[in-house]
């Protein structure tokens, strides 16, 4: 499922780094995107939107090449210290995508070109936490993998990392061009986790992303290139017969030879996902019943909808033992 972009935006500084010159050739030789140099401190504008559901069709098909100038890096509990903002969004169209709100009304595709800038304050952020190591996710605001073939960040970042013995580094993904990862020297300090969902889930709810099988091939083949491998079950829907289904997605799992780890996220939205997740698929059949779940206040006065205490004590209990059944040895790193 290569990601081949519509259109590309570049902001002028971008086309400063050879990264940006590269991506603009690969585009230019490859054929099939338009290529747009925005004016100096501009924002994208002309992609048709004449409906939020065709803004968003376009901008998931819209690359923007950037400069990266945050350089303040968010924690990312529980799976890292800190997020590494290499690629912002994706072009999948998942209707539960975590990332719902976090874009605006169009969710460009964003790839940033100073990539050893980025690094750089990586380290930076390690050095203070001597003699700790200390962890970066590449997948905090989007899935990095599908915009790698025009970027190489994440292999710069495989190998800066695997030179490095205090970094750990960990990125998860739905899709499934892992070969730039083959013969890196990652020393064992990056982790690849595959995001993954019962094949109905996938086929209900997550538009323009690889299936099942597609994804457990690929997290074999990063098994083969010895890199330690996770899966993220992620969202858990509790609904119809789940268990009977998210026990065949554990049996599909335990075809892959352990060590691995495991991470279950259970299915939880905000108010302004919930509205705008309707606003994009007004006849989606996800679980959206406020009435049917907690709410659960963040740190900054917003909330969430989770499952009630009661649903979540099955989810824990009942993949623990599950999973101690089908795949002894395996470890949960967490359940939220
Ligand atoms: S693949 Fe991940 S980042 Fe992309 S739309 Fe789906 S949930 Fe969001």
């Known amino acids: 499922m290569k990601f081949v972009p519509d259109v590309a935006f570049f902001e002028p500084e971008a086309l400063d780094y050879p990264r940006g010159r590269k991506i603009e050739k ?25 409906t939020p ?27 890292a210290d800190y997020q590494l903002p290499l690629s912002g969004s994706c072009p999948g169209m998942c209707q539960y995508c975590y990332l719902m709100t976090r874009f605006g009304k169009k969710p460009y595709v964003r790839v940033y070109v100073n990539v050893s800038e ?17 962890s970066f996710e590449g997948a905090a605001v989007s899935d990095p993998v599908p915009v790698e073939r025009y970027t190489g960040a ?82 858990i829907i509790c609904s119809g017969d789940w268990m009977n289904e998210y026990r065949k997605l554990l049996m599909q799992i335990a075809s892959i030879e352990p060590p691995f780890t495991l991470e279950l996220i259970s299915h939880r939205f905000t108010e302004s996902a919930r509205k705008r997740i309707i606003e994009l698929f007004p006849n989606t059949s996800l679980p959206l019943d406020r009435e049917a779940r907690r709410f659960k206040r963040g740190k900054f006065g ?10 979540m004590e099955s989810i824990r209990e009942w993949f623990a033992s599950e999973v101690q059944d089908l795949l002894p040895g395996v470890e949960i790193l967490y359940t939220v």
């Open 26 to 50: 690969k585009l230019t030789r490859e054929g099939g995107t338009e290529i747009e140099i925005l004016p100096p401190n501009t924002r994208v504008t002309g992609l048709p939107g004449c």
């Open 53 to 79: 559901q065709v803004a968003y069709r376009h901008s998931k098909r819209a690359l923007v090449v950037r400069v990266q100038r945050t350089f303040e890096y968010p924690s990312c509990r529980p799976s």
């Open 118 to 134: 980025i690094l750089d304050r990586a380290e930076q952020y390690a050095e203070e936490r001597l003699p700790e190591s200390t």
């Open 154 to 235: 994440l292999g710069e970042t495989v190998r800066h990392i695997g030179a490095r013995p205090n970094i750990l580094f960990r990125f998860a993904t739905k899709f499934t061009e892992v070969e730039f990862l083959q013969n890196l020297p990652h020393q064992g300090r990056t982790t690849v986790r595959f995001s993954i969902n019962t094949p109905q889930i996938i086929r209900q709810f997550e538009y323009r992303t690889p299936s099942l099988d597609s994804r457990l091939e690929a997290a074999r083949k990063v098994r083969e290139y010895g890199y330690p491998i996770g899966f993220l079950i992620a969202p």
């Open 302 to 311: 917003l909330g969430k909808y989770v499952y009630p205490e009661y649903k």
